[in-house]
């Protein structure tokens, strides 16, 4: 299997797709990350989503007590 040497994360079906479908594959894998990447409620929302799911992932949570900090 050839390895990827983009940043994409191909589809399992990749190596079955046509050129056609390729290239819809690719045109709306790049109108998501253009959204992702602007100041809508979209991309906000997205990238507020990202940071947490990171958060979680790195098991970076605190522990919630009564005192308060000094």
Do not use: I
């Not at 399992?12 to 809508?40: I, N, P, Y």
């Amino acid at each position: 299997m050839p390895t990827n040497n983009t940043d994409y994360d191909f589809p399992e079906t990749w190596g079955l797709m046509s050129d056609e479908e390729k290239h819809h594959w690719f045109v709306r894998e790049r109108v998501f990350r253009q959204a992702c990447r602007q100041d809508t409620t979209f991309g906000r929302r997205y990238r507020k989503a990202q940071q947490e799911q990171e958060r979680l992932d790195t098991d970076q949570y605190r522990v919630d007590d009564d005192e308060p900090l000094k």
